[in-house]
């Protein structure tokens, strides 16, 4: 069975940092693209960052280029989500996800099939 698991939600001030881990268990995820997303009350679930199996290749949503850097292990089945210059505007529930497709990597949420729970982050003034 599959499980993804996310941590290191929380509360930080505005202009703080935060870095999310993801752990995946269940099968080897080394030849599939991982991602995290996000979604804020009474908003639509938005993509944040991707990236491919081998960190070749990485997306960002453009609300969070320049300050959110995603990064992986695979040694680890592990993918991280560092997170500068946290904004009011970041707060959400942030997800991660396995890619669909075996070498595959993109930013839509239906290329990708296992998920976490969520991580609650919350960005004070």
């Known amino acids: 069975q599959v499980q993804v698991v996310e941590s290191g939600g929380g509360l930080v001030q505005a202009g703080g940092s935060l870095r999310l881990s993801c752990a995946a268990s269940?099968?080897?995820?080394?030849?599939?693209?991982m991602g995290w997303f996000r979604q804020a009350p009474g908003k639509e679930r938005e993509s944040v960052a991707a990236?491919?199996?081998?960190?070749?290749?990485?997306y960002y949503a453009d609300s969070v280029k320049g300050r959110f850097t995603i990064s992986r292990d695979n040694a680890k089945n592990a993918v991280y989500l560092q997170m500068n210059s946290l904004k009011l505007e970041d707060t959400a529930v942030y997800y991660c996800?396995?890619?669909?497709?075996?070498?595959?990597?993109?930013?839509?949420?239906?290329?990708?099939?296992?998920w976490g729970q969520g991580t609650q982050v919350t960005v004070s003034s």
């Open positions: 990236i491919s199996w081998n960190s070749g290749v990485t």
């Open positions: 269940g099968r080897t995820f080394s030849s599939y693209a």
């Open positions: 996800a396995v890619g669909r497709l075996r070498f595959g990597v993109s930013l839509r949420a239906p290329d990708f099939d296992h």
